[in-house]
């Protein structure tokens, strides 16, 4: 049983490593996604824009567009939190195990050490 939940602590523990590099890379996005809006990013339309779907001038976000931003960058930003959550539970359970494998191999070796004594 210690090599096998060993070798799971350290599959769980490569596993929350993993989430948190993606937890970065969505975080990355979502900074990438906040940038292209600009000051779109708070809901406002700067020019004077008429709010409609269209851009209000060639290179510039419309309502539409500025709206669907949000709702990526909003989704990158929870995704990335769920990711960051999950890969720190995943690390507390890798260590859980590792402490739980602890202290059955000091069971073992009291156990063999009581038989050893015993038994001469």
Known sequence: MDA???LIAAELTRCADQLAGTARQLTGLRD???RGLGG???GGLSGGADGGPQATS?????????ALGRQWRDALAQRAAEADDT???LADTAAGLRSVVGAYRDVDVTARRRQSTEGS
């Open 4 to 6: 096998t939940a060993q």
């Open 32 to 34: 990438d996604a906040d």
């Open 58 to 66: 060639a290179g510039r976000l419309g309502a539409l567009t500025a």
């Open 40 to 42: 779109y990013a708070d």
């Open 87 to 89: 890969g720190r539970r």
